[in-house]
């Protein structure tokens, strides 16, 4: 049974045709992966299919009393509660239901027979739901779902206003999944989980018997959770039978047999020009040529496949420094409490390192303590003085800015056509870097980002989950750089497929965590 309906959807943004005449349905149980390059417009298209944005043409039909849960990149919490008052949040139906029964036994205590028997029946039906819905139970299914995202660690009475990037997002994450609707739909959802909170969500996701829609841009979560795929490219949305792997081996079926099929039609259309451009003049076979011309005339041409413009990242490399980079004596790290036991950790050069560990330990917190952003709680850092370091950051607020002029104030002796080319070797397009900043997609806004670590020189790059957001081909490039770069590596990441290939050692910071892990 089809759940959901878009027949012909066309929508332009920004002067951009972001989906054109597009058609999708979402058939009961099915589990589909929603993919393409950033930029291409996925998240609009959840924000159409959502009511969140009015497409320009066609047509949505949602089928009647479906409920849905939609996790995108930009959900925010209400301040002055706490996680666990959010995730009440989640049976909030159930909640109201409880106060209008309690009302009615309020009302029994003085009324007629009549009236008793009304609410006694309706009380009865209240309570039938409650039972059938599990209310009694709420309190265990929270700290169920909470404990498998990792939320019992950070602690469910903490107050959201005192919450990461990151943390928010799990709290979304667990409060839509406690709302158990009819039809799923995540974006990005595995961005800030760590490595344990991810297999948690894909045995989830496995056994969900509802439909969901995701976006993903990681291939080994996609292919363990999906059972169909929807290609955004160019405008058009095509539909793939099958996991992740499996799309691919179509998609080169398909550029292949295109690409022949354009090629025989391009020399088809040199013999009858040659044809013609021989016979049109001579009287005996000018009638020849002109039936030609008719057939060249009505012929329906094929494009030639596009060749998708791929970032290509690169770092530059900075002088060499000492054989020590950082020294750790001691380190404990922290704010007001400590997060970890002392520390005792070297940094050599030209070593390439991961840090793990599941998510509230203080990964971040330990790499902003190693380059002096943030105060060690004891115990101290010792840096090498011709340390370079190049910094992404996991978070970084959104600027007013357009990309271009973004990273012109950071280059300001470079003129406005080197900006475009630097842009334009991480897979930026015109219309990107004419852009702001903040009206990007999480993946352009992360290559503009990582645009401005690649062209300073440095002999230490400290990367804080950068593979947030950006789609396949980004990820490749962006590994193939770090394996190639001489300089060292100190990388957070929850994708053990993007580090392992890359790095000598991983660190897992739970080792040395206060917390019970």
Request: glycine share 6%; net charge negative; hydrophobic share 35%.
């Amino acid at each position: 049974m089809s759940i959901l309906n878009v027949e012909n959807v066309s929508h332009d943004f920004g002067g951009r045709t972001i989906l054109e005449n597009a058609s999708f349905r979402l058939l009961n149980g099915e589990h589909i992966g929603l993919v393409g390059a950033n930029g291409e417009g996925k998240s609009t298209f959840l924000n159409i299919i959502t009511g969140k944005l009015a497409p320009d043409s066609g047509k949505i039909e949602w089928c009647k009393r479906i409920t849905t849960g939609y996790l995108d990149q930009h959900t925010v919490l209400k301040p002055g509660q706490t996680i666990y008052e959010v995730l009440q949040d989640a049976f909030k139906y159930y909640y109201d239901l409880e106060q209008e029964m309690l009302s009615m036994y309020e009302q029994m205590a003085d009324c007629d027979d009549k009236t008793m028997n009304k609410l006694m029946d309706e009380v009865g039906e209240i309570q039938e739901i409650l039972d059938h819905g599990g209310f009694y139970t709420i309190d265990v299914k929270i700290k169920e779902v909470a404990g498998g995202l990792g939320l019992n660690d950070i602690g469910l009475d903490k107050p959201v206003d005192a919450l990461s990037g990151g943390q928010r997002s799990k709290v979304l994450l667990t409060k839509l999944l406690l709302e158990n609707p009819m039809i799923l739909i995540l974006d990005e959802p595995t961005n800030y989980l760590d490595e344990n909170h991810i297999s948690w969500l894909i045995s989830f996701l496995q056994n969900y018997e509802n439909a969901f829609i995701l976006v993903s841009h990681d291939v080994s979560f996609l292919n363990k959770v999906i059972n169909v795929i929807y290609h955004l490219e160019d405008g058009i949305l095509t539909r793939y039978k099958g996991d992740y792997d499996y799309y691919l081996q179509q998609v080169e079926l398909k550029k292949r047999q295109q690409v022949a099929d354009y090629q025989k039609q391009q020399k088809e259309i040199a013999d009858l020009e040659d044809f013609i451009a021989r016979n049109k003049a001579r009287v005996a076979t000018r009638n020849m040529a002109s039936s030609r011309q008719k057939k060249l005339d009505k012929m329906n041409l094929i494009s030639k496949p596009k060749e998708k413009v791929k970032p290509v990242f690169s770092f530059l490399e900075a002088r060499t420094p000492g054989k020590v980079l950082f020294e750790c004596k001691d380190l404990v790290i922290g704010y007001d409490t400590p997060l970890t036991k002392p520390m005792n950790l070297v940094f050599e050069r030209n070593k390439k390192v991961a840090i793990k560990g599941v998510n509230g330990l203080g990964k971040t917190t330990l790499l902003k303590t190693l380059i002096g952003m943030q105060k060690a709680y004891s115990g101290k850092v010792e840096k090498d003085p011709f340390v370079e370091i190049g910094f992404f950051e996991q978070e970084e607020a959104a600027s007013s800015k357009k990309a271009l002029d973004y990273l012109w104030e950071e280059f300001p002796n470079r003129n406005n056509g080197e900006i475009r080319a630097m842009l334009a070797k991480c897979g930026l397009t015109t219309d990107h870097i004419e852009s702001l900043m903040k009206v990007l997609s999480g993946g352009e806004n992360a290559k503009v980002r990582l645009c401005k670590i690649m062209n300073r020189e440095a002999n230490v790059l400290v990367l804080d989950e950068p593979t947030n957001h950006l789609d396949v081909d980004a990820k490749e490039s962006l590994q193939n750089a770090l394996k190639n770069y001489k300089g060292s590596v100190i990388l957070v990441s929850h994708e053990p497929d993007f580090y392992l290939p890359i790095v000598d050692e991983v660190i897992n910071l739970e080792d040395c965590s206060t917390k019970i892990i």
